[in-house]
């Protein structure tokens, strides 16, 4: 009895999620790869000296100017307002995932309707 090729690809449409939902997770469970999200190859490419890639992330990148106008995508003719209000103390709590603190921004009423909401 000849096997025929509408049973092997109908065979092949049900095992493929089967593989990517159930088999693909259970071998990365049982042989996971590095502790590192990025592979070798990304990291040789992206930290070629073998530099710590902490040290890397604090340091201040030149090429990244948030302060530049241009930096954010804003509608034509529409310049940004956004007055300098020494009342906001920013406290960086952890940079991954990056969590930031802004002492006063909101008011205790918009703080208690965030709350009830």
């Known amino acids: 009895m000849p096997i025929k090729l509408s049973t092997i690809l109908s065979s092949l449409f049900y095992l493929l999620p089967l593989y990517l939902f159930v088999l693909a ?18 990291t040789d490419y992206l930290f070629p000296n073998g530099a710590d890639q902490d ?15 241009t ?13 300098h209000d020494p009342a906001y103390r920013i406290h960086l709590l952890s940079r991954t995932p990056l969590v930031i603190y802004i002492e006063g ?13």
Request: hydrophobic letters at 40%.
């Open 25 to 42: 997770p259970l071998l990365r469970q049982f042989f996971p790869a590095e502790e590192s999200p990025l592979s070798p190859s990304t």
């Open 55 to 69: 040290a890397d992330d604090l340091a201040p990148s030149p090429a990244l100017n948030l302060l530049d106008d």
């Open 71 to 83: 930096f954010i995508s804003i509608d034509d003719g529409v310049t940004p307002d956004c007055p």
């Open 105 to 117: 921004f909101l008011t205790p009423t918009e703080a208690d309707h965030l709350v009830n909401i």
